[in-house]
C-alpha cells in the first residue's frame, strides 16, 4: 500500500536534508581524498618496492578495493537500517569513515614499514568501503521518507549535494599542496585533509544526532513488517526486478571514476600535463555541478525521474570521447570548457538517482534494496581506473578502448532506467502488513516498481 503520512514535520524534513548533506559531504570527501592520493601520491609512498608502473596500478586497485567491500557495507549496515533504525546505522558509517580517513593520515609509508604499509593501507580502504557502501543509500532513504509528497526529488538532491560537495572539497584541498611542489606533497603534505576527516567528522555526527526516525519507518514497526525475517530474503524474493535495475542503472558511477581519477592519472602521466592545473579544472566542474544540481531535481519532480537520468547517461556516453579529445590538445581552456560541460550533463543523473531508486522499494527493504543494488553495480566501477589503465592502448589514440567500456556501461544504465516504471509524483510503496502473508511475486514486482 502507499503511504502518505500527513504528519510529516516540514522541520525535521529540513533537518534530514541538511543531515544527509553533511554526512555526504564528510563521508565523500574521505573517500575522494582516497581517490586522489591513490592516482598521485600512493604509488611512490606505500608501492615504491614494486617499480613505477606496477606500483602506479597496485595504487589504482588499491582504490578500487573498497568498491568490494561495498556491497559487504551494503549487506550488514543495509540490513539493520531497515532493522533497527536508518539513524542508528547513518551515525555509524560515519564514525567507520572517518576514523579510518583519520588513520591514513597517520600510517607511515614503505619506507618505514615495508610491505605492512600496504596491507594496512588496503585493510583502511576496505573499511571506507563498508561505510560507504551504506551511507549514501541511508541518507537518500531518510531524507526520502522525510521529505512531503511532490518535492522528495528536490528534497533527497541534498546527499547529492553532499557527495558533490565533498568531492569537490577532496580535489579542492590538494591544489595548494600539489602547488606547492612534489617535495612537500610526498614529505607529508598530502596528510593534511587526512587528518582534518577527525574533526570533521564529530561536526557531521552533531548534526545527523538531531534528526529523528521517520515516521513511516516507525509505523513499519509498529505494524510489524520489518519483524517479518531477513530483509534482503524479501528483497530477493519480491523485488528482485527493482533491484537488477538499480544495479545497471549504478553504472552510472563509471562517469566519476573515468574523469576523476583516470583522466587524472592519464593526463599527467601519459600527456604530462600538470596535476595542479587538472585538478583545478576537476574543482571548477564540480562547482558548476554543485549549483546545478538542484535545478535538475526539481525538474525531475515536475517531469519525471526516467527522462532527466536517461537523457543524462546518454549524454554522458558522447562526453566521454569530447573529453578525451580534449586532452589530446593539452590546451587548458578546451580541456576545462568539455569538462565542465560533460559534468553539467552528467549531474542531471547525479541527482537523480536519489529519489528513483528509493521511490521502487517498499519502507521494509527501502535501505537494503537501495543499498545492495547500488553496491552490487558499483563492484565494476570501483576497479575501473585499474581497467582502464590496463586496456589503455599505445600512441594517441590509446585513449579510445576507455572511451568505448564507459559509453557501454552508459547505455545499460539508459536501457535498465528505461524499462523502469514512473515514480515522479507517486507517494512511496509503504509496508505489507505483517499479518496480509505473501503477495503473489509478479503482484509484488509490479506494486513496488512505482
Known amino acids: 500500500m502507499a503511504t502518505n503520512l500527513p504528519g510529516k514535520s516540514p522541520n525535521m524534513a529540513r533537518r534530514a536534508a541538511i543531515s544527509a548533506f553533511a554526512g555526504s559531504t564528510i ?33 589504482l586497485a588499491t582504490f578500487g578495493v573498497a568498491y568490494v567491500a561495498r556491497p559487504l557495507g551494503a549487506v550488514v549496515l543495509g540490513g539493520l537500517g531497515d532493522r533497527i533504525g536508518r539513524r542508528t546505522v547513518l551515525t555509524l558509517t560515519l564514525l567507520i569513515m572517518g576514523g579510518a580517513t583519520f588513520i591514513v593520515g597517520l600510517l607511515p609509508g614503505y619506507d618505514v614499514m615495508g610491505a605492512a604499509a600496504p596491507i594496512i593501507l588496503v585493510i583502511l ?9 551504506a551511507e549514501q ?13 511532490g518535492k522528495r526529488g528536490l528534497y533527497t538532491s541534498w546527499t547529492m549535494q553532499g557527495v558533490v560537495a565533498g568531492s569537490l572539497l577532496a580535489s ?15 614529505g607529508g603534505g598530502w596528510r593534511i585533509p587526512f587528518l582534518a576527516a577527525g574533526p570533521l567528522m564529530l561536526v557531521a555526527f552533531w548534526i545527523r544526532s538531531r534528526v529523528d526516525e521517520p515516521e513511516v519507518f516507525t509505523e513499519a514497526i509498529a505494524t510489524g513488517a520489518v519483524r517479518r525475517g531477513l530483509p534482503l530474503a524479501d528483497l530477493f524474493r519480491h523485488h528482485w526486478p527493482n533491484l537488477l535495475r538499480v544495479i545497471f542503472c549504478s ?62 547517461v546518454l549524454a554522458i556516453a558522447a562526453g566521454f570521447f569530447a573529453v578525451f579529445a580534449a586532452l589530446q590538445t593539452r590546451d587548458m581552456l578546451l580541456i576545462a570548457g568539455v569538462l565542465i560541460a560533460v559534468n553539467l550533463v552528467a549531474v542531471a543523473g547525479n541527482v537523480v538517482q536519489a529519489s528513483f531508486y528509493t521511490e521502487m522499494f517498499p519502507t521494509e527493504v527501502r535501505y537494503s534494496g537501495v543499498a545492495v ?25 590509446g585513449w579510445v578502448p576507455v572511451a568505448i567500456m564507459g559509453a557501454i556501461g552508459m547505455a545499460l544504465a539508459a536501457i535498465s532506467a528505461a524499462t523502469a516504471k514512473e515514480t ?27
Open 125 to 133: 580502504r576496505l573499511f571506507q568501503g563498508v561505510s560507504a557502501g
Open 27 to 59: 563521508e565523500y570527501f574521505d573517500f575522494v581524498l582516497f581517490a586522489t592520493a591513490s592516482a598521485l601520491v600512493f604509488n611512490k609512498v606505500f608501492f615504491a618496492g614494486l617499480g613505477e608502473q606496477a606500483a602506479l596500478l597496485a595504487s
Open 373 to 397: 543494488g547500488t553496491q552490487i553495480g558499483l563492484v565494476v566501477v570501483g576497479f575501473s581506473p585499474a581497467i582502464a589503465a590496463a586496456i589503455q592502448g599505445p600512441g594517441p589514440d
Open 424 to 450: 515522479s509524483g507517486r507517494s512511496l510503496p509503504g509496508s505489507r502488513p505483517a499479518a496480509s502473508g505473501s503477495e503473489p511475486e509478479g503482484a509484488a514486482a509490479t506494486a513496488h516498481a512505482g
Open 172 to 186: 579542492l584541498v590538494f591544489v595548494p599542496i600539489t602547488a606547492a611542489g612534489q617535495e612537500f606533497l610526498l
Open 251 to 312: 553504472l552510472y558511477a563509471l562517469t566519476g571514476s573515468i574523469l576523476n581519477v583516470f583522466v587524472l592519472a592519464y593526463g599527467t602521466k601519459t600527456l604530462g600535463l600538470p596535476a595542479s592545473e587538472l585538478i583545478l579544472v576537476s574543482t571548477l566542474a564540480g562547482v558548476v555541478g554543485l549549483i546545478a544540481q538542484p535545478f535538475f531535481a526539481i525538474l525531475s519532480d515536475r517531469i519525471g525521474r526516467k527522462p532527466v537520468f536517461i537523457g543524462s
Open 137 to 149: 543509500a541511508g541518507s537518500n532513504t531518510l531524507t526520502s521518507e522525510h521529505a512531503p509528497e
